[in-house]
């Protein structure tokens, strides 16, 4: 199994979109990407950007320090 590379910043985009009460497919379009990119990303196909991290974060209305922060 490969490790995903975006850990654990996938696991906290996952959880605030899910916070957030929309889908991963809209936030995807507006973080200006398609939603096969986002789940690609999500899963580990490819390393999450400094710039697709602004993008995501400001999709979701939290900081880019948001995606970040160690859950317990």
Known sequence: MQK???????GNIRRLIQE????????????????????????????????KINQISAALGVSAGDLFVQMR
């Not at 995807?28 to 990303?41: H, W």
């Open 4 to 10: 995903n590379a975006n850990y654990p910043v996938t």
């Open 20 to 51: 957030s009460g929309r889908s991963q497919n809209q936030v995807a379009v507006d973080a200006g990407m398609t939603p096969q990119r986002m789940s690609d990303l999500l899963i580990g196909r490819g390393k999450i950007k400094a710039c």
